[in-house]
Structures are given as structure tokens and as C-alpha cells.
């Protein structure tokens, strides 16, 4: 049982973590309090003890999802200590069905919205998928084309990513695939979203960053025009990827109540970590410190 000064004590340092990271409208850092191994959904792993912005905990939807205590930072990026490890349904010795997890969000998003997230790649096919889906919470069978968005820095059928919404979709063309082990930023800008009810011009992009590039843009402040002036490649000046798909005429939006789905498909051990959303902007979206 913890004792009266530990619970204080950790009081104190989550006020003072939220105090200097609770500037995004959504944040996850996966500092759960569960010890590593533990699935998802259970007590010590319904959230992040420094989450904010959500209406509901943890739930697994498919294969499996652990504790881990790993951190994926990045220079001059603000993070919390911890993540965790999606694992696809295992069908056979050489294939793995989808895995993912869910949570509600509580907030509604309109106009210009940022975030990002961070991952680490297990092995990757030709066929494998790694994805940030954004869906209705009632949806039925979860997947790419199901979802409200999707934003994938690995797209089924091909070597790199993808951004768009239930067969409306860009597929980046040229860049860096993703590699197992390493680990990317991804950061994404949806642009015009509207009132539940109301319809607008939408347009979504993203970006993956490897680590040099995480650095190179934090040295810039992740200046919009900086990241516009990018182009795709190796270079810590270049991005890995960028996509971008507009909407025409859409009511497609960041409802209240959507759920963020972390969606993988035939890879296991994949890595998810820090998920931010912001209106404010990029600094926000990213973590980035001060």
C-alpha cells in the first residue's frame, strides 16, 4: 500500500507535470502506473497517470496491448516516462491479423486542430499496416476505411504511408519507409473542420520525422513553414514522408466522443507513444520545450 508522504509525493510531481505539459486539449503519455507486461483496459492501465482530455479509459479492441516502460523521446521534446506495445492476433506462424486499442475522447475540435504521436515499427511487410485511426465509437469492424480519418506512416500494399478518410486518401508516392526498431514522430494538421451538423472544405496532412529530423525541426521552433519547405528524403532538413488529401464539401470531423484507435495490421510489437492534440499549433501538438 502506498503511504500518505508517497502519495503526496506523487501528487505533487503529476501537478507539477501537467502544470508544464497539459497545454495540448488531449495528451497521453502511457505513464501508467501498471507494471510492464500488464494488458490494457485493466487497474494500473486504464490511463496515463498525466492524461488529460478523455472520456473514458483504455479498451482493447483486437489482439493484444501491454504496459512498457520504454520511452520514445526525442531531443527538445517533452515526454512522459513510459509507452506501450500493440501485438496483432496471431492466425499462423508467418501471419498476424489486426491489433488495436480504443479510447473516447471528450472534447470537440473545429477549425485548424494539430497532434501527433510517436512510434516504433516491429517488423514490416509489404502488407503491413501502421495507423492512427479516428472512428465513431460504435463502429463495427474497425479498419482504415471505416474510420472518420486515418493516418498511416505505413499503408497497406505499399512502402510508405498514407492520409485520408473512407476512400478519399493520398498515398505518399516518394520518401523513407519506416524501418523496424526505429523510431519516427508523426505529426499531422487537419484544416477547416466543422460543427457537428455543418459541412466544410477540409484538408488533412501529415508528416514522419525520424529522430534527426525531430531535432533539426525542434531547433526551428516546428515552424509550419519549415516543415511546408521540406521535402521528402533522408536529410535532417528533409521529412521521411508528407501527405496531404483536402475534402471537399465534408462533414467529417473531430466530434466529441470519437474514439483514437492506435491500429496495426500482420506486424506485432509495435510501439505507440505521446499522443497530443492541440488548437494551438505545432509547439503544442509536438511537446515541444521551452
Do not use: H
Amino acid at each position: 500500500m502506498m503511504n500518505m508522504k508517497q502519495l503526496i509525493l506523487r501528487c505533487v510531481t503529476i501537478f507539477f507535470f501537467l502544470k508544464a505539459n497539459m497545454f495540448a486539449n488531449l495528451y497521453e503519455g502511457f505513464d501508467f502506473a501498471g507494471k510492464k507486461g500488464l494488458s490494457l483496459g485493466q487497474e494500473g492501465s486504464y490511463a496515463g497517470e498525466t492524461s488529460v482530455g478523455w472520456m473514458s479509459s483504455w479498451q482493447i479492441g483486437s489482439g493484444d496491448a501491454v504496459v512498457s516502460k520504454q520511452d520514445i523521446s526525442f531531443k527538445g521534446l517533452k515526454s512522459a516516462a513510459g509507452s506501450f506495445v500493440l501485438k496483432g492476433e496471431r492466425k499462423n506462424q508467418n501471419f498476424f491479423a489486426k491489433g488495436y486499442t480504443i479510447r473516447q475522447t471528450k472534447i470537440a475540435y473545429v477549425g485548424d486542430v494539430y497532434g501527433s504521436f510517436r512510434v516504433i515499427p516491429g517488423f514490416i511487410t509489404e502488407d503491413t499496416v501502421i495507423s492512427m485511426v479516428f472512428a465513431l465509437p460504435n463502429t463495427a469492424e474497425m479498419s482504415l476505411r471505416n474510420g472518420l480519418f486515418a493516418i498511416s506512416p505505413k499503408r497497406w500494399g505499399g512502402e510508405l504511408g498514407m492520409i485520408g478518410a473512407k476512400g478519399k486518401t493520398y498515398k505518399a508516392v516518394e520518401g523513407i519507409p519506416c524501418v523496424k526498431g526505429q523510431a519516427y514522430l508523426v505529426i499531422w494538421k487537419m484544416s477547416g473542420l466543422p460543427s457537428a451538423g455543418d459541412t466544410s472544405d477540409v484538408s488533412l496532412s501529415y508528416w514522419v520525422l525520424n529522430t534527426k529530423q525531430v531535432e533539426y525541426f525542434a531547433s526551428k521552433g516546428f515552424e509550419i513553414k519549415y516543415l511546408n519547405l521540406a521535402e521528402p528524403g533522408a536529410l535532417e532538413n528533409n521529412v521521411c514522408q508528407f501527405g496531404r488529401k483536402d475534402l471537399k464539401d465534408t462533414k467529417r470531423s473531430l466530434y466529441k466522443g470519437i474514439v483514437m484507435t492506435p491500429f496495426i495490421f500482420n506486424t506485432t510489437n509495435v510501439t505507440f507513444d505521446e499522443i497530443r492534440i492541440s488548437s494551438k499549433g505545432f509547439k503544442d501538438a509536438v511537446g515541444l520545450g521551452k
